[in-house]
């Protein structure tokens, strides 16, 4: 399998570079598209190689998946998951059903199907997402850095979330978690991602009336779920708010002040944050900076006193160095003030002004 994936890789990033060194003779959309499905493709290997291993538990996303399962034979979800459950894990299911439905596509598949695909369509539409715009294609580094590999590895939701809320079509994948999700609404409220959430919600309900008392019963057995906010120096993230005019100041604000997992892998919308590759990269030193202090205090007594500590490094060394950058920048509303870049349909450059877009062809 190791070799397979990489001979895989050494094919997929061969022909990719060939594309580049054409520049001009290939449509920027065409580039866009093939350098999303490169990332895809590259995931699903990476993962299908990691998972080919025996593994001490299953990925984070396992527990959704059998969720999702349950669902389809009819069974409550959040008694199938848990310990000393059906589908045994540490923590009962802490999602709301709007998961599990939102992952049912592939619950009839293997898990060891399931999570490729489903890293694969969280890093393609990332990559596809990202290089929409000039402002937004540093991101791309994010998937190459410590909580990249983390999600790829363990199958994380954050490539997906943080790319649906870029693209109005996905917007209603915020919902599978709402919190990370309404945290990414105030950055970038779309009607059509209203819609589908509220839709998402209305089917769930459909499917099981009774679900949200469950769900809610979950909370008390959940304490390392803490808002950013609440660990030391997470209130000074908040003077984001000086921007707030900027969709990456909201988001920053926002993502501090809701409870979440404040571990590396959740940190994949910060690379949103960055609008230059070296503000990307150092960002990237910094996800490793506070890896490595977290590693180098312990050892830990319990998990919840590991997942204090990494959190609190990563508000020091990732949130405040992105409340940094935010608060270095003109308190304006980028679409209007600012020389944004997006691709139109026939593949053309364009540079928005005043709420228009104009191709750089003209």
């Known amino acids: 399998m190791k070799a397979a994936v990489l001979i895989g890789l050494i094919i997929i990033w061969t022909a990719m570079a060939k594309l580049w060194l054409r520049g001009t003779n290939v449509q920027a959309r065409t580039r866009r598209l093939v350098l999303a499905v490169a990332v895809a493709v590259t995931a699903a290997l990476l993962s299908m190689s990691f998972w080919s291993d025996p593994q001490v538990q299953p990925s984070d996303l396992g527990q959704v998946w059998a969720g999702s399962r349950a669902l389809l034979h009819g069974q409550n979800p959040y008694e199938v998951v848990g310990p000393g459950r059906a589908f045994e894990w540490a923590w009962p299911l802490l999602y709301p059903l709007t998961a599990p439905l939102a992952l049912v596509p592939l619950a009839w598949l293997p898990l060891s199907w399931t999570d490729p695909l489903f890293v694969a369509l969280g890093f393609g539409l990332f990559a596809w997402a990202v290089t929409a715009r000039r402002d937004t294609m540093p991101a791309l580094v994010g998937l190459a850095s410590l909580p990249g590999l983390m999600a790829l590895q363990t199958s994380q939701w954050s490539p997906l979330i943080t790319a649906a809320a870029l693209l109005p079509s996905f917007g209603w994948v915020l919902i599978a978690k709402p919190t990370i999700g309404l945290a990414f609404f105030t950055a970038y409220p779309r009607w059509k991602t209203a819609i ?21 019963a979950t909370f008390d057995m959940a304490p390392h779920i803490v808002a950013p906010v609440m660990r030391p120096g997470g209130f000074l993230v908040l003077f984001a708010l000086l921007k707030w005019k900027r969709p990456e100041a909201r988001l920053l604000a926002a993502l501090s002040c809701v409870p979440h997992t404040t571990v590396p892998y959740e940190t994949i919308p910060l690379f949103l944050i960055p609008q230059t590759w070296l503000q990307s990269f150092i960002l990237w030193g910094c996800a490793v900076l506070a890896y490595a202090a977290q590693a180098a205090t312990g050892p830990y007594s319990n998990q919840l006193d590991y997942w204090t500590s990494g959190a609190k490094f990563i508000v020091l060394l990732m949130y405040l160095p992105c409340t940094a950058m935010v608060l270095s920048r003109p308190n304006v509303w980028p679409a209007r003030n600012e020389d944004l870049t997006a691709v139109d349909s026939e593949g053309r450059v364009c540079r928005r002004v005043n709420h228009g877009w104009l191709s750089d062809a003209a």
């Open 196 to 216: 589908g959430c509220a839709a998402m919600v209305i089917l769930s309900f459909a499917v099981w009336p009774g679900w949200l008392p469950h769900w809610l």
